[in-house]
């Protein structure tokens, strides 16, 4: 009976021992949140506009600002996912995002995703390339696309040709307005 008891406290411990092993693997490594500046966008839509020059370019920390703002709006990813936090950075072609989550109000959980990043009118469309707990790969489907409404922050007479990833910022070209156009946005 005495060795039972032994190998029962023995399984406890390792069990003990292997959840918060977990527990602290999947905790995020560096603390974030959810607190942004606003882009002036539409401002800048109408100095180029002014400038004559048909794109805006976009710094990582603006990007960084338009994403904490979207997740801030509707932190609850899913039910039971809470976003706490989160820093988006470009990479190569990429936009990669590091995120702190807390699941079930409990577990803290470090993500990394990597979304490719296209425009489909009037919105820039995230889609997953590669989604990551630490190190550990998810599966396909468990991250979805995010849809950034940026066709909304920008004046109306405005429609965006391309979004590009390159050298470290977001370069939004924009088709060449009408005279009517500008006369119209000018007032």
């Given at each position: 009976?005495r060795?039972?008891?032994v ?10 021992g ?9 905790s995020?490594?560096?603390?974030l ?13 109408l ?33 039971g ?6 820093r ?16 079930r ?6 993500l ?14 995230a ?6 707990l630490k ?7 468990t ?17 965006v ?16 307005p ?10």
């Amino acid at each position: 009976m005495r060795k039972w008891l032994v190998a029962l406290l023995i399984l406890i411990v390792l069990a003990g021992g292997a959840a918060a092993g977990a527990y602290w693997y999947v905790s995020p490594s560096q603390p974030l949140d959810l607190q942004y500046e606003e882009v002036p966008l539409e401002q800048r839509a109408l100095d180029m506009v002014r400038r004559l020059k048909p794109e805006l370019v976009l710094s990582e920390e603006d990007v960084d600002n338009l994403g904490k703002k979207q997740l801030a709006a509707e932190p609850e990813y899913r039910p039971g996912l809470l976003i706490t936090g989160a820093r988006f950075r470009l990479e190569d072609r990429l936009l990669v995002a590091d995120v702190n989550a807390k699941w079930r109000n409990r577990v803290p959980l470090g993500l990394q995703i990597a979304y490719r990043v296209r425009w489909e009118s009037p919105n820039l469309i995230a889609e997953v390339v590669e989604a990551k707990l630490k190190d550990i790969r998810l599966p396909e489907g468990t991250v979805d696309d995010v849809v950034i409404p940026l066709g909304d922050e920008l004046p109306k007479l405005l429609k965006v040709r391309d979004v590009r990833l390159e050298g470290g910022k977001v370069t939004v070209e924009f088709r060449k307005p009408s005279l009517q156009d500008l006369a119209d946005l000018l007032g």
